[in-house]
Every structure is written in C-alpha cells, then in structure tokens.
C-alpha cells in the first residue's frame, strides 16, 4: 500500500513534479526510503527523424501536408478514378518528380543526421563504475553516471561538475557549438565534495530539463557517515553543458543530470518559427485567382456541355454512341464526374513546378550571399550566413531598420578613456586633445591639474582591479602574434599610440564583455595590474610592485535589471569591501547624495562626447553586516524556486549605502562607413529607428555621427525629463506633447512623398524623433485603453513622418515591442532589425528580417537572425544590391509562371468549344507533362538566378531605385492584371490563330490533311517558343548561361519533338504523334503560321519595351543629379567633426 | 562543395560566377536598332504576305452540298428515305479549265471527330497487325468492342466504325456521252500512316486473320474486302480507312478523296459539263451535319487559305505603320542617349 503511493508519487508523477533526484553514481542510500530507481530517459540523441521502417509513410505524410502536394494529389486521385481526358501520368509524373527529388534530399539530410547521431551516440566515453574506469558508449550513459572527460573533449551529456584536475576546482569550457561564443568561461566544482568520488554518497536535486542554457537550479545533499546531510547549491556555474568543450583542464569528473534528448543542447534543437515573405503571400493570393479561373473553366465548361447536349442529336449521335454503364449512371454524378474532368484537364494553369522552381531559386539564390567577397571581413575571416532562404527577396522591400547602437553602429571595441575619482579628472590622453577645448566650461576641467587624495585614487584602483569577472588567459602563442599585430596598427597610426597598450599586456585577458578588459587595462595603466584569480584569491599587483591578495568572497553577477555588479572581497587586513560598478542611474540612488554632485556632472559630459560611462562605489562592511549578507546569499542561493527574485532582493540589500568613488569613460567607436550605410538607406527610402539600452545623450551623439540627425533636425523629445518638465502627471503631460508634435510634424508638415529622406533636399523641415523606456511604457500601455490606442496612434505617426527614431533605455522586450508596433501598423511594412547582441534577439526575431552582426557579443544574435554579415556596413549591399535583385528576380519569376501557364491551358480551354466539351485535350499528354519540367522551366530559373536589369555597382550609387520597388511594387495587382490580360492575349492569338488557318486543313502542298494532333502541335510549337522569347525579352543581363538555357530549351523542345514522334512507342496505347511534328514541319504553312503567330504575340512586348526604353535610363541620369545633390548636402553638418571620432555606449551591457 | 569550403575556410572564392560578375550581354533597343528592324520585318511580311495572297487568289475551289435537304436536290430522295445502296447525282458546270491537278475532298460539318470519347474508341495496335488484340481488342474501343454474340470486332472502336462510306464517281458530259473522270486513290493519306502506323497482319491469305471476328456494325463490307482490285490497298491499308482513322480537328472538316492526275485529265478539268454521281449511303441528318464534296487544286502553301496572306499583309503593314509613328515620336523628343 505504501509502496504503491510511493510509487506513484515517485515514478508515475515524476513527469509533472518539478524537481528530479539523482543518485550520484546509482548508490542507495542508508535512508530508510525504498530505493526506487527514477526512470530517466537513456543518452541517445536522435536528431534525425526517420527510421528506415517509418521513412516512407511518414516523409509522405509530411509532404502532402503541403497545401500545393496534397492538391496535386487530389487532381491525381481524380485522374485515377474518374474517367478523364488526359492520363493519370501527366499530373502523377511530375508530382511523383517533386515527392521524389524532395523524399531523397530529406532522406539524405536524414541519413547524415544518422550519421552524426551514431558517431555522438556511440563515441566511447569513461565511466567510473564501482571505483572503476569502465568505457562505454556515449549512449549507455544513464543520469547519475560519474562521467570522466578530458581535455578538448565535448561532454556527453550535461554534467554537474564534481571534480577537476586543477587545484583551485575550476575548469574552462567553451560554448562554441552552442551559442558560438569562443571565449573560456569557468565553472566551478560543487564544494566539499570528496577526493574520492567512489566514497561519495549524495544526491541531487534538481529542476526538470528545461532549454535555457543560462538558467539551472539545483541542490546537492551530501551525506557523510551518518551526519546531517550537508547541503550545497548548484548554479549554471556547476553545470556543462553537452556540446560544450573542456578547455585549459586536463580532466574533469562529472555527474549526468540531463541525458540524451532532456539535455540543454537537444531542447534547444527546435527550429526557429518560419518567417514568410511578402512574395509568399502574393503568390498565394494569385494563386486563388488562378484558383478561381480554374474552378469557374470548369464550370462554364460543365454548363455549355449540358446545355449544348441538350439540343437533339448532339449527346449521342449515331457514330459516337455511349457505353452500356455511361448511360446508366446518374445524371448529376456525370455532371459531377465532368466537372472534375475539366478540372483535371485545366489543372496545369497552377503548375507544380512553381513551387519547385521557387523552392530552387531561393535556395541556389542564396548563395550569391555567402559567395559575395564584398561580405568577407578578413579581421574574422568570415562572410555572411544565410541562415534561411526564404527571405531573400523580403530584403528587397524593407521599410523600416531598426538597429542596435553598440556593436552595431560602434565598434563595441572599448577603449578606456578617463575617469574621475572624487570629482578629479584623470586623463590619460595628451592634453592637446580637442576635447578640452570643447570643455572648458566644464567646472572641475579646471581642476585637471589637482588630484584626489592618493587614499582615495588607490581605492578606486583597487575597484577597478577587483570589480569584474575577467580571466587571465594562459595560452600565450596566439596572443603573441595578435600582439604583433597591434605593433603594426600602432606604427601606421601614431596618433592612437597611447590608446593601445603594449603588446604583452594586450594579450592577458579573457572576459564576455570588452569593456571590463577596457576597464581592467585602464587601471593597468595607473600602476595597478591585475594577476588572476586562484582559488577564491584575487591577485594584485600595485603601484609599489607589491603583490596584493583579496580573498574573493561573493561575485554579484551583472544582470540588465539591475545595470550593476559587486564583488565582496576580503583583504589581508582582514577588511571586508563590497565593490560595485555600474549605470549611474543605477548607483547614485544606493550612495550618499553629497557625492553624486560632483560625479553627475562628469559623467553627463562623458555621456554628450558620446563615451560608455560606470560609477564605482564600495563599501565597508562590518563583520555582522557580512554575515547576514553571507547568510542571505547563501540561503537564495539554495533556493530552489524563485532563486532570481530572491537573489535579487540580497543584493538590492547589501548594494546600499555605498561611498561612491569615482566614474569611468570608455570610448567605442563607430563602425566603419557607418554614416554612409545610414545615408544611403534613408536614401533609399527606409527609415532608421535607433533601438538601444543606452543613456540619451550617448545615443543621440552616436545619431548625429550616423548622420541619422543632422543640424537642422528639430528633435522632438519624449522622454522621462520632458514628462516631468510641467510637474504634472506625466499621463497628461504625455497628452499634450504627443498633440503637439503631431501638430508640427504630422499636421503642419506638407504632405510626405515617397522616400522619407527625399524631403531633406527640399529644404523641408526635418524632424527626429526621441523616446525613452519609460516614456514608451506610458504610450503602450495607458490606463485606459482608448487612451492607448490613441497615444499609440499619434505615436506612431510622429514616427513616420520623422526621418529618424532613437528609442534609448529599451528592455530588449521592448525593443521587440516597437518592432511589433510598427510591423502592425498601417500598411504593414516590412520591418528588419539588425544587432548583434542577445538583447537584440527578440526584435531579430520580431521583425520581418532578423540580422545579426557577428560582433564580440557572442553568437546569440547570429544564430537567431535570418542572415547575418560581419560588417554594418555590408548591409547597404545586402538591402540595396542584393535585396532589390532578388525581389525583381523572384517577383518576375512569379508572374511570368502564372502567365505562362495562363497562355498554356487557354487554348486548351477554347478547343472545348470546338470539340462538343467533351475534355478533349489539345496537346498531347507528353507535351502537357513536358511543358513546366523540361520546356520552359530552366530560362526562368536562370533568368531568376542571374538577372541583374540594373547592375550592382548602379545599384549601389543610386540608393533611390530601390523605393522602386518598394511596397511589393512588381507584385501589385494592376501588374498581375497586365500578365494575366498578357496570357489571355497569348492564349486567344495563338488558339484562332491555327483555328483560322484549319479554315481549310489542307495544309501541305500534296493535298493531304491536318488532323487534330497537328492542330495541337502547332499551338504548341507557337507557345513554347513565344513563352520562352518573351522571358528573352525580359532578359537584360545575358550571360553565356541565359544563352545556353534559352536556346537549349526551345532545341531541346524540337529535338524531343522529333524523337517522341519519330518512334512507335510500345508503351502507349495510342501512337497519336506519330510523325505529326515532322509533317507539320514539311507543310511551309505551318512554318508560316508559326512565325506570324510568334511575332504577332510579341510585338506589342516589342513596343512596350522599346516605349519604355527611353524613359528609365533618361529618369536614371535625373536622379543620379539629385542624389549627387543630396550626397554633397549631407555632410555639412557641423556637429559632426567633433563627433567623427567619438564614440560611445550603453552601460547596459557591462557584463 | 562542401569540401571546397573546408579547403579554404570561409573565403569565397573570387569568380566571375560567384560575384554575380559573368561577362553579360546587355541588349539594348534604341531607336536606332528598332526602327529599321521593324521596317525590314514589316517588309519582309508584306512581301510574303503579297505572295501568300496571290497564291491562295489563284487557287480554284469549288465546293458544292449534297446532302439533299432541299426538295429540288437530286440526293433529297437518299435523304429521307433510309433505302441501301441509294444512288443519287450532282450535275455542275465548270466554266473555265480546272488546272490540275485536281484534288477531290469529302467534307461533313457539325461532325464532331475530334470529340474525346470518339477519339479514344480505337486500337491502334490491332491497326498495326497485332493478332492478340483481334482476339480481345481494347477495352478503350467500347462500345464498339464486341458484337452482341461476343465476338471481337476488327477494326474496333467508333472511329473505325463511322467510316465515311459515300463513294462517288465523276462523269464529264461530253455531247451526251458521259466520260468517267480517273480517280487516283493513293497518296491521299500520310506516307507514314500507309508504311509504318498502320499494318496488316501477316497471314496469307488476309482473310484468315480475321477468322472468329466480326467486321464493324455499320460496315457493309469486312475490312479486308475494302479493295478487292489491289492488295497492297486492302485491310488496315485502304487508304481512304487512313484518312478517316486520322482524326479532324475541327467539327467541319474536310478530307482527301481522291486526286485526279491521271488521262486525259491530268492537266486539270476543262471546262464543260460534269455529273458526279453519289452512292449516297452516309447519314448526317441525324445530327444536322451537312456533305459537301470539294474540288480543288493546291500550291506550295496547300489548298486555298486567305487567311494567311491577309495576316501577313496586316501585321506588316502594321510594323511598317508603327516603325513611323516611332520615328516621329522620337524625332519629335530625341531622346538624348539614343545615338
């Protein structure tokens, strides 16, 4: 009885408890519980997703799930079963074609996957079973195995970390497969654990699997000899993670937590939500048109058939009479049956083979990014990645960029700059420096020359030195060259001289976020080095060459919300100091006020030239005041649930009343052509919203180096200062502004034309537009809900009629909420977000197009994004090249399918008419089936590959053609109506045509006649080499692989057409082409008829292009001028000489 | 590629292909290339076009309803009344000489041959001699596929079945005496129908290939008693079963009866007095078709076919026309880049 609800609490709910418990190395317990073993599941990773036995239904079932398959399938079925004009073959082939091309490539994606899985699964990897190395395979290991790994070694599953080689109980990972990040972290062993392992007896306890690879929660309870259990916490620091790679450690013992398909890395595996394109979306609309078309045929088809069977002798005359079961079957079932005739007879006007050409040119498309030696940065010997195709042509139409500031527009390359301790400033820069003269206003610039007391400069040291998670880097070969390199920079650039630090020191440090090693290297050069870190002692070595030690007690890690971190430390003296650095919003509430004064003003000067600014404080803590914070740190982080909140409490706790020291600059610069990217994508129509976490003032200085403002921009400010301007509630006040500036910028403003930055040279009054975090907390989420949307509204266009948007102290969330505001408002442009850290992943994510930029953030960004590029820069080349060549390919690629088809299945339409509606088709089934595949599939897909109807270097000068395109522009409907009025035209040409000219079918010089297989040859014949001419037309870009598939092509056609008609097929039943094209090649009238009816097609195509000829390079020179006109404008902006060089950030992104 | 990449990692490779930099042709249509080009077209249409239209204007066509539906036709009697082996005639005149040679077309109207059933209900490997399929024709060939007792039909099928069976015979009434006009029956049907898709079985004598099969229900005669005189027209070979077994492509149609290249009437027919006399047998009533027999020569271009000429003479003229109306268009703006 007890056993069983033991049972069940243990084994039957295990799924739905929150914790699991692990037996370190399977050992049961001298507890008197009965020991049931927790079912866990086994270590195989099984990435792939078909067995041999299940590949076929399943993959089947996968791709008929496919709205377009499971069509074809039906019109298959239909063909099948119901009686019908053409054999199943003609639409079972190609479907057969399609399913089959796409089972083999997913059946051998499949099979590597197998392949990968089986090498994972059946590496060999130590275990330690009964105090014995034993080998066994990767697969076999069971949670609560003591795994041993070595160096350079991936874990095989997720490992709580027991014990290590090196002494002080660390060991170093990289997450490179994982997110990408190369750089060493540290994990730690759980402590007091036995040297022993095979005398360990404990368990852990710990949450359920679950994806977030930062997150982990965990408790081990260690028993020894009878004595209370002892308890530890574990954290993300105690976990490896499976994919992770041991680094720097020799070996480590580790024991299984998560295995197989639970751990971190095979929970993350899920693929990403797919994204569909405008394009997408188009074809799907035209292709309900089509739909339509298709449906209504049939039924007028149905109709007429009926209706003129009605009239006597004509249903059944005597030389075509029915059959016995014909005659028996219900009236409305023929109806019925004939319908679907038609329906199977018309159904080549919504091809198969679109989908498949598409599916290639996206995919083959592709390429040209990651081929594109333009994208190549060689300082991280990387191009681009495309992470997915499917959004080429979605680069093409972007309207809005919202961009991250810090490693995006800058360099996230840190430099440190000054600090200030006690309101002194320290500049290590010469004094020459152009900044002072802009200064000197400043108050305490003139007290450059006095110091701070050296008490306080050296405390100030020290909590640079101290403050930080930073590692000194072993390995020193790499460094050396790296250092070597620097050398060279130094000597090209002397100017910088002082900026870079000498080569040996360059080398040392490891950290996740550039401006800690900025920060560490800036105390470096007062005197203060930092040595390392071992076993919980922090060495430093100060001014006198003395070697200090600090005990390093607690690190209170970094995280967004609170925009700071501490270090409690204890030094030799026996002192305990918290250290704490962080966003000055965050610290001047937690420090004495009488200190803030002297710092702010520093600090907001640091913030205008555009620098990343920190506070330091520290605090003395007492012995008592250490033990309850020691208490309270340790108890949450035991805690199982809640940990985050409750950690969060400690240290708004312990990080109060502290002694501010000083603040810190550091300076990140732009990115390379950054202001010319932004020029040229406002020039091109699109707007810029800058999306950061940064201070204002940094921010906005970094948009006027873009460029994004200019001099004679009136900015519009809606921030948390504006709001409280009038000492109202900030809602009303909120009111009255966003009244206001929709009145000067929306109201007043003269009616917006195409391309928002056109206005600028005009002369029209600019506007930017600026808001904060809090502010937009307000418009998005107002008391009342009218209110809201109003706000929202008015928000929204102010936005739009502002020529840029800087949106500072964003919450990554809210960086995806704007995104999704935008993205949903009127009109719904199309949106991308470019960034490369991981707060900037959830807009990558929101937005229509996600980029990353494969900055020092790590990988987050990148592996998130849809495409990502080295450089900010490369994304004018990306948007304005690439982007506008693939949407007119693939826009092009569209609507000559669609009419092709249209002009394909029109004769075949009209012959009803002439034929008693009775599904006669008008080709024959090899031309009906050959037609998409082999006819006239191949120059399309070229054309869609390779044309460039402007070239690229044209592209790029003249940003302005791409609001050419904007808005879905090839794909609107009065274009579709053209292609479709095109087709129809096609189609009535060439169908009266040959019916015009079988007035008298005796068309060759010995008297004989054309039957209808002649008739049907000779439309043919008309409309594959018209179709195919026509995309020669439209082809402005021929190079030898345009030639060689369009002329192939219509040889190809007359080639099979010889062949296919030359034989007696034994297959067939019917031999109905036989010799009908060689005789119809023998009649001079066919060959008349055929090329009268090509050029009458063609000619008003002719026309329009020569019509229009004229017009598009002679607008092409007018815009050139005016864009040399806007180019030679834009730089005059006085602000930006001082702020070329500057730049700055977010003290956001500490960590 | 895959293997490329790992050689050199990561560096894209520098070809004209991947930067997208093929060397290109980049057509351009200035005036200067369309405007003579459309000149030359349209001339070159208009001259083809001239010559199509005299061609076609020269040649003579005389066509002329037999079906009998007026009371003052001499066929009426075969119209309405159901009798066999009814014989009517056409008298007509011809006033100038009829160049030869002369072609003789059998035409039907509202006769739907290209109907998807009709067209379907053959076997085309039972007309290339397969014996297997005299035994058990194919099941496409319904209703036509077995007689009531169950015997296999050959030929199956409806087309085989409806075969035009009006014979005709052409009288030239020279001073009361009526002198028979030569038929020539071969070369009316493709070259490869007669040689290659069609075939008799190879069994001697023919009839015995046909034992334990029963000729189609609306013929007369077996299909191998369609020419007594001359074997190598005889069963599946009969020329005039060729031009019916290839089916039209329009409801009105016209097919090759007979050519007229021999005697004296080689060089066509003079102008006089002829009879043609009808064993009128086929009927098309039924479904309000119509008979037409058809005289004819042909030139280069086939018989006669205004349409082509006219098209011609039309669209080249319309290049022609529009190739101006550019030149003053661009005359008049002179666009600056057309050199």
């Known amino acids: 009885m007890l056993r069983r609800s033991l049972n069940r609490l243990l084994g039957g709910d295990e799924r739905r408890v929150d914790n699991r418990t692990i037996y370190i190395g399977h050992q049961s317990f001298p507890v008197n519980e009965a020991f049931i073993p927790p079912k866990f599941c086994d270590n195989r990773i099984v990435s792939s997703k078909y067995t041999v036995w299940n590949f076929l239904p399943k993959n089947l079932f996968e791709q008929f799930r496919r709205i377009a398959n499971f069509y074809f399938l039906i019109i298959f079925l239909v063909q099948v079963i119901v009686d019908t004009p053409t ?116 368990t852990i306890e710990c949450e359920q699997p679950q994806p977030d690879l930062y997150k982990f929660n965990g408790r081990m309870h260690i028993y020894k000899n009878d004595q209370e259990p002892t308890v530890r916490s574990l954290g993300p620091e105690n976990l490896l993670l499976k994919g992770a790679t041991l680094k720097n450690t020799q070996k480590i013992c580790g024991v299984a937590v998560y295995t197989g398909m639970e751990t971190k890395m095979a929970l993350n595996y899920q693929g990403k939500s797919q994204k569909r394109s405008v394009v997408e979306k188009s074809i799907n609309a035209f292709l309900l048109v089509y739909l339509c078309i298709l449906v209504s045929k049939a039924l007028v088809c149905t109709t007429l058939k009926y209706v003129w069977q009605n009239k006597p002798g004509q249903d059944e005359p005597w030389y075509n009479e029915k059959t016995q079961k014909e005659k028996d079957t219900n009236l409305y079932l023929k109806m019925f049956t004939d319908f679907l005739s038609f329906m199977v007879l018309f159904n080549f006007i919504i091809p198969v083979s679109m989908y498949v050409t598409v599916e290639m040119q996206k995919f083959l498309g592709s390429f040209f990014i990651t081929w594109d030696k333009d994208f190549f940065d060689p300082e991280i010997q990387e191009g681009a990645l495309v992470n997915t195709s499917d959004l080429n042509e979605e680069l093409g139409q972007v309207e809005y960029i919202f961009t991250d500031k810090t490693g995006t527009l800058t360099q996230n390359n840190m430099e440190f700059i000054e600090c200030c301790i006690d309101g002194f400033q320290y500049k290590h820069r010469g004094a020459c420096s152009e900044l002072d003269g802009f200064c000197v206003t400043d108050g305490p610039v003139n007290k450059l ?138 610290i001047f509430p937690r420090v004495r006020q009488e200190e803030v004064e002297r710092i702010r003003m520093h600090v907001e000067r640091n913030a205008t030239d555009g620098y990343r600014t920190l506070c330091v404080a520290y605090k003395h803590l007492s012995e008592e005041e250490y033990a309850q914070a020691d208490e309270g740190l340790r108890e949450a982080r035991l805690a199982l649930q809640d940990r985050e909140e409750k950690l969060m409490a400690v240290y708004n706790q312990v990080e109060t009343g502290m002694n501010l020291l000083g603040a810190t600059a550091v300076e990140d610069r732009l990115q390379e052509e950054a202001a010319e ?40 400010e809606l ?153 900010l820069k490369h994304l004018k080349k990306l948007l304005l090249a690439h982007g506008h060549l693939y949407y007119v390919r693939i826009a092009h690629l569209v609507q000559y399918f669609f009419y092709k088809n249209l002009c394909f299945i029109l004769p075949q339409f009209l012959y009803q008419f002439f034929c008693g509606y009775s599904q006669q088709p008008l080709y024959d089934a090899a031309y009906l089936t050959m037609y998409n595949i082999c006819f006239t599939s191949m120059p399309i897909l070229a054309y869609s590959l390779f044309e460039q ?192 060089r500057t730049f700055s950030d977010e003290s956001s992104t500490v960590i | 590629m895959v293997k490329e990449k790992k050689k050199s990692p990561d560096r894209p490779d520098n070809t004209a292909f991947t930067q997208q930099r093929l060397p290109a042709w980049q057509p351009i249509l200035s005036a200067g290339i369309v405007i003579p080009g459309f000149v030359l077209i349209g001339l070159a249409f208009i001259g083809i076009g001239v010559g199509l239209f005299i061609t076609s204007r020269d040649i003579q066509v005389l066509e002329m309803d037999y079906t009998g539906t007026e009371a003052s036709s001499d066929c009426n009697k075969c119209a309405i009344t159901n009798t066999k082996n009814c014989m009517c005639s056409l008298d007509f005149n011809i006033s100038t000489l009829f160049k030869g040679p002369v072609f003789f077309y059998y035409g039907l109207t509202n006769y739907f041959q290209n109907h998807r059933r009709y067209g379907v209900s053959r076997d085309d490997s039972q007309l290339y001699g397969d014996l297997t399929n005299f035994k058990d024709p194919s099941t496409d060939c319904k209703p036509y596929r077995v007689d009531s007792n169950g015997k296999p039909i050959v030929p199956c099928g409806a087309v085989a079945n409806s075969m035009f069976n009006d014979t005709f015979k052409l009288y030239q009434n020279v001073n009361g005496q009526r002198n028979l006009v030569p038929f020539d029956g071969k070369g009316i049907a493709w070259w490869t129908d007669y040689n290659v898709k069609f075939r008799n079985p190879s069994v001697e004598p023919l009839k015995n290939a046909f034992n334990d099969t029963v000729k189609p229900l609306f013929w007369t005669r077996a299909v191998y008693e369609l020419d007594f005189s001359d074997p190598s027209n005889n069963g599946f070979l009969n020329q005039d079963f060729l ?97």
């Not at chain 1, 060999?124 to 070694?153: F, H, P, R, W, Y």
């Not at chain 1, 060991?171 to 972290?185: Q, Y």
């Not at chain 1, 102290?809 to 949903?824: D, G």
Request: with cysteine.
């Open chain 1, 719 to 871: 921030t948390v200062r504006t709001l409280e301007d009038g000492g109202r509630k900030r809602e009303d006040r909120l009111h009255e502004l966003l009244s206001e500036y929709h009145k000067k910028a929306v109201q007043d403003a003269p009616p917006v034309k195409a391309g928002g930055s056109r206005g600028r040279f005009f002369g029209k009054q600019d506007y930017g537009f600026i808001i904060d975090g809090p502010s937009l907390s307000i418009v998005l989420s107002s008391s009342s809900e009218s209110n809201s949307n109003l706000y929202k509204n008015l928000f929204l266009q102010i936005c739009q009629n502002c020529t840029a948007v800087l949106c500072c102290r964003m919450a990554p969330l809210q960086k995806a909420q704007i995104v999704k505001m935008v993205k949903n408002c009127k009109g719904s442009p199309i949106t991308l977000s470019i960034g490369d850290g991981a707060n900037d992943v959830s807009m990558i994510l929101e937005a229509h197009v996600g980029i990353g930029i494969k900055g020092k953030e790590g990988r987050q960004a990148v592996r998130n994004s849809d495409y990502a590029i080295p450089k």
């Open chain 2, 243 to 339: 031009v019916w077994m290839r089916r039209a492509a329009l409801p009105n149609f016209r097919k090759l009866y007979r050519r007229i290249t021999e005697g004296d009437y080689k060089e066509g027919l003079p102008a006089g007095n002829y009879t043609l006399e009808i064993s009128y047998n086929y009927p098309v009533l039924r479904f309000d078709g119509r008979k037409k027999v058809v005289f004819s020569n042909v030139s280069w271009m086939g018989g006669k076919n205004d349409f082509l000429g006219i098209a011609y003479l039309v669209i080249g003229s319309l290049c022609v026309v529009m190739s101006m109306v550019m030149l003053i268009v661009y005359a008049k703006f002179k666009f600056p880049e057309d050199n």
């Open chain 1, 87 to 202: 054999s199943p073959v003609t639409s079972g082939l190609p479907l057969f074609f399609v399913i089959t091309v796409t089972a083999i490539k997913q059946g051998y994606e499949d099979w590597l996957r197998h392949k990968a899985d089986r090498e994972v699964n059946k590496s060999t990897v130590k275990v330690l079973e009964n105090g014995e190395e034993t080998s066994k395979e990767s697969e076999k290991i069971k949670v609560g195995d003591i795994v041993e790994v070595t160096e350079n070694d991936t874990f095989p599953c997720d490992l709580i970390l027991l014990q290590s080689s090196r002494d002080d109980g660390t060991c170093f990972v990289t997450t490179a497969s994982l997110d990408g990040e190369s750089n060493h972290k540290t994990h730690y062993t759980v402590p007091d654990i036995e040297r022993d392992l095979q005398s360990l007896s404990a």
């Open chain 1, 949 to 1140: 109807h402007i070239c690229i270097e044209f592209l790029l000068k003249n940003a302005n053609l791409y609001s050419e395109v904007a808005k879905n522009a090839m794909l609107r409907w009065e274009l579709f109506l053209y292609w479709t009025l095109l087709g129809v035209f096609h189609g009535l040409v060439f169908f009266f045509g040959v019916r015009f000219l079988f007035g008298n079918p005796a068309l060759q010089d010995n008297g004989q006649v054309f039957g209808n297989w002649s008739y049907g040859t000779i439309v043919f014949t008309v409309l594959v080499f018209t179709v195919t001419l026509k995309l020669a037309l439209d082809t402005r870009h021929w190079t030898w692989i345009n030639h060689f598939v369009i002329w192939g092509s219509l040889a190809f056609y007359v080639f099979f057409s010889f062949f296919w008609g030359g034989i007696i097929w034994p297959f067939q039943k019917h031999q109905r082409l036989y010799f009908v094209f060689a005789n119809m090649l023998s009649s001079v009238s066919a060959w008349l008829v055929i090329i009268l009816l090509i050029l009458l097609s063609l000619l008003p195509e002719i026309l329009l292009v020569v019509l229009r000829k004229p017009r598009g390079p002679y607008a092409r020179k007018k815009k050139m001028v005016q864009s040399s006109e806007g180019g030679l404008q834009s730089p005059r902006s006085p602000v930006r000489p001082l702020l070329m």
């Open chain 1, 449 to 586: 020359q006095q110091k701070a007391g050296r008490e306080r400069e050296e405390l100030f040291l020290r909590a640079l030195c101290l403050c930080h998670t930073v590692q000194v880097k072993e390995s020193t070969e790499q460094a050396r060259s790296q250092g070597e390199d620097c050398i060279d920079q130094v000597d090209g650039l002397p100017v910088e001289d002082e900026a870079l630090q000498p080569p040996q020191e360059e080398r040392g440090f490891i950290a996740s976020s550039p401006d800690e090693i900025a920060l560490v290297k800036g105390a470096m050069r007062y005197g203060f080095t930092f040595l390392g870190l071992e076993s919980k002692t922090m060495k430093i070595l100060n001014r006198n060459k003395d070697v200090e030690m600090y005990e390093l007690l607690h690190v209170l890690n970094f995280d967004p919300v609170r925009r700071r971190m501490s270090v409690i430390v204890r030094s030799r003296s026996g002192d305990t100091l918290l250290f704490c650095k962080g966003a000055d919003s965050s």
């Open chain 1, 677 to 716: 990217t932004m020029e040229a994508l406002q020039g091109a129509g699109m707007k810029v919203w800058v999306l950061t976490g940064d201070k204002m003032e940094t921010a906005k200085s970094t948009c006027y180096a873009c460029g994004l403002f200019q001099k004679r921009t009136e900015l519009l």
